[in-house]
């Protein structure tokens, strides 16, 4: 996904004056931001890569991420085993919008400087052709057969369709004002053009490559993404921070969300359960429960996030920072451990039990890293400390917890053995004075 104000893009030239000065207008709405049933996420990894990257897309089997370096004029290849850059790949100048075949084999990137679409193969990382575009081409989209390849044209308001086979444009569809983003529904029978400037989402038949409907939206509509089922679409708008929510069957929209400042990139997870939205201003992620359209939860990531994509398994989000050339990766509905609590001070010879507070999603364990306990107590991995001491003292140790989410939560705690105190015995005959 990229973004309107690029400082290489030709979006912000003179072919479009509303835009001018690299900055887009940010209209204020009395929209309000309703929060939804909390989820838990959170970033584990940042990942640097080149200058600007913005479109990303990911391998079908979940193995690696494609990232389109906007100012860097390359592609990095991610392996999400490791979350490392395994390839830099150069390509056109300016790229922005990339896509996947669905069987993986190749990568379609726009290079909207250059006005062409290069074509990677997977297999060997390299570009192996490029395809003529002309009009400034933005993003991308692969029908799910894989047969066609849509690229919108922001400077001359059509999208172009490649013959994926032959590698070659077979026709060209006018579509709105400044064409952005571009989705398939699930079937492939509908793509959905967003026009930036039309403040329209155009619904092309891929049958007939015919616009059969347009669908009014909010201010500068730019990405598009379509629940699991194909009944619902979501659009953000840059220009006035929110997502219209299409019904696919009436194509009306429905509702519209409040998000945070120049929506941007969207993705839905398999579940379609949520929608994670790039806040471009807000260098954040809106994740939106689309039970209830309403804001679940707000993930803090990179520098003028862009392009956001989510793994096969729906466990990661992998979203691209524009302004500062990296990668944030989002574990989904997932905290990391934390860990809290004082042991009370225990005696010789009697039973102890302190439990500590373990927070986090999944459930942390916890051990002793550091330090010793008294003899006889034991702490368990559910973080209960527990057992009859037999020697009195003071025992300082380590206690950590882990999930897997993010760093360890570390506990330094202490923890007062007595030695038992024997009891006054009382007198069983009384006082003997008296008066």
Known sequence: MATIDRPRSRVGSSRMPAVLGGTVLVVATALTTAVGQATADVVTNTITVEAGPGGVAITPDGAHVYVANQNGHSVSVIATATNTVTATIPVGEGPSGMAITPDGAFAYVTNLIDDSVSVIDTSINTEITTVPIGGTPNEVAITPDGALAYVPNT??????????????????????????????????????????LGDSVSVIDTATNAVIASVPVGVQPIGVAFTPDGALAYVTHQGDNSVSVIDTATNAVVTTVSVGDRPNGIAITPDGNLAYVNNFDGSSVSVIDTATNTIATTV??????????????????????????????????????EIAGTPTA???????????????EPAPTAAVTAGALPEGVALSEQGVLSGTPTTAGTYTFTVTASNGVGDDAILEATLDITEATEPVPSNPWGSLGGS
């Open 155 to 196: 400077s001359n308001d059509s999208v172009s369709v490649i013959d994926t086979a032959t590698n070659a444009v077979i026709t060209s569809v006018p579509v709105g004002r400044v064409p952005f983003g571009v989705t398939f529904t699930p079937n492939g029978a509908l793509a959905y053009v967003t026009n930036f």
């Open 346 to 360: 225990g005696v010789v010879g009697q039973p102890y039990e302190h439990t500590f507070t373990l927070t986090g």
């Open 300 to 337: 803090p990531v990179g520098d003028r996030p862009s392009g956001v994509v989510i793994t096969p398994d729906g466990a990661h989000a992998y979203v691209t920072n524009w302004g500062d050339g990296t990668v944030s990766v989002i574990a989904i509905g997932k905290t990391p451990a």
